[in-house]
């Protein structure tokens, strides 16, 4: 089965930085695009970034030049710097292939303190 592991959360103080990584395994066909996305308590899902097989990268207004996406083989990584306390929420990742098949990850839990 397809796996989509995420990894690197945890608690970190306003201003720092994490970065989280999700790793894929399985039969995953090749990849078209992967993203992160977060969700904060009470609140919808929301998007966070796309990093695309050809290295497009686009990112929600909340995190442009704060976040960066990044991928390598079956690989997306989620640098956070400059980290804020709105910016805490479950991460999680999303990878959808050619055949546009839609896979996730469980989530990992961001904290930002004041």
């Known amino acids: 089965q397809v796996q989509l592991v995420e990894s690197g959360g945890g608690l970190v103080q306003t201003g720092g930085s994490l970065r989280l990584s999700c790793a894929v395994s399985?039969?995953?066909?090749?990849?078209?695009?992967m993203r992160w996305y977060r969700q904060a308590p009470g609140k919808q899902r929301e998007w966070v970034a796309t990093?695309?097989?050809?290295?497009s990268t686009s990112y929600a207004d909340s995190v442009r030049g704060r976040f960066t996406i990044s991928s390598a083989k079956n690989t997306v990584y989620l640098q956070m710097n400059s980290l804020k306390p709105e910016d805490t929420a479950v991460y999680y990742c999303?990878?959808?292939?050619?055949?546009?098949?839609?896979?996730w990850g469980r989530g990992i839990q961001v904290t930002v303190s004041s």
């Open positions: 990093v695309t097989s050809g290295g």
């Open positions: 399985g039969s995953i066909y090749s990849i078209n695009y």
């Open positions: 999303n990878l959808k292939n050619v055949r546009n098949d839609d896979y």
